[in-house]
């Protein structure tokens, strides 16, 4: 029985949009006045985490569509406004479901043949650009995220 052509980027498709649905629960549990707290002076907020998320969605996006891009998101602790919260969440569920839809669309020869030059991070195809630098890079955060919460809330 053969695949569809795009049965690969669906699949990764819904898991970005699982992820994606993971991290916006725990955003949505920050209590507004502690949208800046951080657990140490060194460490991201939960601001800066959900401002780095988004920015790293559109940095995806800007290596899809060829643009020259540095070869990653940076963001320092305190750089992310917390009156912006609202923004940045609304953007990322936004930026969410558009992920996914660009995921699906692209053809699986494409994820394997595509390739990126991230510059000093080294040269990869699409299907890594997708699962390493941009899905683990949110997952990775999502439990930073998590851990927060066990430290503020509990």
Known sequence: MASSPNQLSQSIADFSAEVRASSVKRF?????????????????????????LADADRWLFDNLDGK??????VISPGDADPSTWDQFLNELIELGER???????????????????????????????????????EIHHRGALQLSLRLRYQ
């Open 99 to 137: 992920r996914s839809r660009r995921i699906a669309a692209i053809p699986e020869r494409d994820l394997w043949e595509r390739r990126f030059d991230l510059g000093r991070l080294g040269k990869f195809n699409l299907l890594n650009l997708i699962l390493r630098w941009n899905l683990d890079h």
């Open 28 to 52: 949505r549990m920050v209590r507004p006045a502690d949208r800046a707290w951080r657990h140490r002076p060194d460490l991201l907020s939960f601001v800066d985490v959900l401002q780095h």
């Open 68 to 73: 020259e891009v540095p070869p990653g998101v």
